[in-house]
């Protein structure tokens, strides 16, 4: 059966449409965008759903998760995290290698595809590490991870501290056209370290995580990235000297790509106190300052920063009900990214609809070489985002294993009304279908 998405508003930054058209989608790919698509008779085979008065984007790509299995799946697993994707308008996902055992070699590459095959509902990409076991010690089989089916290389959140082997992955990867994307940490500088070194850190008697741990990281693989000709991607830049030094690499054309995670352009250090010692406010990298918001959001509008990614990184509430201290970093983010990012760039007109719906699909598809994603062409793949721009609701139900997140009771304005991927709609109104 065919399915025409009828009188939406298209909005494509790929192929720059924003217009009102139907799109007709047939065998999981688009086949025809036009402003009337005629069907003909009651024999037709077409299911027709009306959306008028909505945006229709292409799905949105999040190239920064944790899906936490194998090995955490007390946390999340690919179940769980692919409906939280779904139930916030992503149709892909990329998780990170920091499972167990990590995504280091093809077997646990295989299973992860396998598995998101057999269980998922949007499409999972694997992101492979850099270094065995995540050691930052010896590179690994980069050529076998790629076979395997990885689109990118990381350690995640473990810095690779050593240069030459930064370097070196760096050349490898480049043979295989495959970006390596950069935790930026020097923790030798944030050791210890629980939120922004400054006065409130002071003031609440924690331990600070300077700016310079990641901007001196930031400097280094951009130096080494030149050197060895490949790409780089930053990942969740939060500081404003990072922004400038991606920003003066890319006037150098120096293959330099970057993202951020919403809440870097919507909290700031001062939450930690807002929220009185609130463990859904600690991160990695920390939330910053008034000062470097402004520059997140700067580098967003100029397109310093590419891409917004969620990094969701599940924890369970047992682990988040330490203190602060001893509780582990991250905050879920499937279900927010793009309800924040309409809130927060769109209607606050910080960005302009296309640009935002860029940083979440063409970008990433673009940096990540997936080809058939991100854009809603005839004969590109049929993941496809409906959103009412302007319903307001209160985040209340959340649909992904763990539940650390500061945005919990927080009202949106931008609501996910359904996500197709593949042709199928596997989340409306509310519902997931699969």
Do not use: W
Request: glycine content about 8%.
């Amino acid at each position: 059966m065919k399915l025409l998405i009828a009188n939406g508003r298209v909005v494509d930054p790929a192929d720059k449409i924003d217009s009102v058209n139907d799109i007709l989608i047939e065998n999981g790919k688009v086949i025809r965008i036009a402003p009337r698509i005629r069907t003909s008779g009651k024999k037709s085979n077409v299911k027709i759903i009306n959306v008028r008065g909505k945006v229709v984007m292409p799905g949105a790509i999040d190239m920064h998760a944790h899906l936490r299995e194998p090995g955490y799946e007390e946390k999340e697993t690919i179940y769980s995290g692919t409906r939280a994707a779904a139930s916030g308008g992503i149709t892909s996902v990329c998780c990170m290698p920091n499972t167990r055992p990590v995504i280091d070699n093809q077997t646990t590459v295989e299973f992860v595809m396998l598995k998101a095959q057999k269980e998922g509902v949007v499409n999972v990409f694997p992101v492979g590490a850099i270094t065995k076991n995540l050691a930052g010690e010896e590179l690994t089989e980069i050529a076998e991870l790629k076979n395997a089916g990885v689109v990118a290389i990381s350690d995640d959140g473990n810095a690779v501290a050593n240069s030459r082997i930064m370097y070196l992955a760096l050349k490898y990867a480049k043979m295989f056209s495959l970006p390596v994307i950069s935790h930026c940490e020097d923790t030798n500088l944030s050791k210890g370290g629980v939120m922004n070194a400054g006065y409130t850190a002071t003031l609440l008697g924690l331990r600070g995580i300077p700016p310079e741990a990641e901007e001196i990281m930031v400097i280094r693989d951009i130096i080494l990235a030149h050197s060895a000709g490949a790409h780089l991607h930053v990942t969740h830049v939060s500081c404003c000297e990072s922004v400038r030094f991606i920003r003066e690499a890319k006037r150098k054309n120096i293959k330099v790509t970057c993202d951020t995670a919403p809440h870097y352009f919507t909290l700031t250090e001062e939450a930690v106190k807002t929220y009185v010692y609130n463990t859904n406010t600690k991160v990695n990298p920390p939330l910053r300052t008034i000062e470097d918001v402004k520059a997140i959001k700067e580098g967003l509008k100029d397109g310093t920063i590419d891409c917004i990614a969620s990094d969701h990184a599940p924890h369970t509430q047992e682990e988040k009900a330490r203190d602060y201290e001893s509780a582990p970093f991250g905050i879920i983010g499937l279900e927010t990214l793009l309800p924040l990012i309409f809130t927060e760039l769109v209607h606050t007109k910080v960005l302009s609809l296309q640009d935002a719906i860029a940083k979440v699909t063409i970008n990433p598809a673009t940096v990540l070489n997936l080809s058939n994603k991100g854009r809603l062409s005839v004969g590109a793949d049929a993941d496809i985002t409906v959103v009412d721009l302007e319903r307001e609701f209160i985040y209340e139900r959340v649909v992904s294993k763990s539940k650390n997140t500061p945005f919990l009771g927080r009202k949106f304005r931008g609501y996910v009304e359904m996500t197709i991927v593949g042709g199928k709609i596997v989340f409306r109104d509310g519902k997931l279908l699969l």
